[in-house]
């Protein structure tokens, strides 16, 4: 069976840190592009961090530039973000999208269930 999972979430005090894991098993993650979303009350979902597939190039959202470090293992068939110096503002539920271009370039995304985040002294 095909699925991947987010953990590694859970309640830090502000300048807290938390590992969050993306584990696909049954298929293989590398030539999927990789990104962590998170969605807070009263916000819009917005994406934080992203892995390309191939080169791996990383991409951050500027809110967590300098914070947050996105990171793939092949070997575990896993995609990484590293959160540090966590503040209130990076509380919400964080997912992984897996994202795959067809041969026309069209995307088709991938949803994992979630990990929460809340960062509150």
């Known amino acids: 069976q095909s699925q991947f999972v987010e953990s590694g979430g859970g309640l830090v005090q502000p300048g807290g840190f938390l590992n969050l894991s993306c584990a696909a098993s049954g298929f293989t993650l590398d030539h999927y592009a990789v990104g962590w979303f998170r969605q807070a009350p009263g916000k819009e979902h917005e994406r934080v961090s992203c892995?390309?597939?191939?080169?791996?190039?990383?991409h951050y959202d500027d809110s967590v530039k300098g914070r947050f470090t996105i990171s793939r293992d092949n070997a575990k068939n896993t995609v990484y973000l590293q959160m540090q110096r966590l503040n209130p503002d990076d509380t919400g539920e964080y997912y992984c999208?897996?994202?795959?271009?067809?041969?026309?370039?069209?995307?088709?995304?991938?949803w994992g269930q979630g990990t929460q985040v809340t960062v509150s002294s």
């Open positions: 892995i390309d597939s191939g080169d791996g190039g990383t």
């Open positions: 999208n897996l994202r795959e271009y067809d041969d026309s370039g069209v995307a088709t995304d991938s």
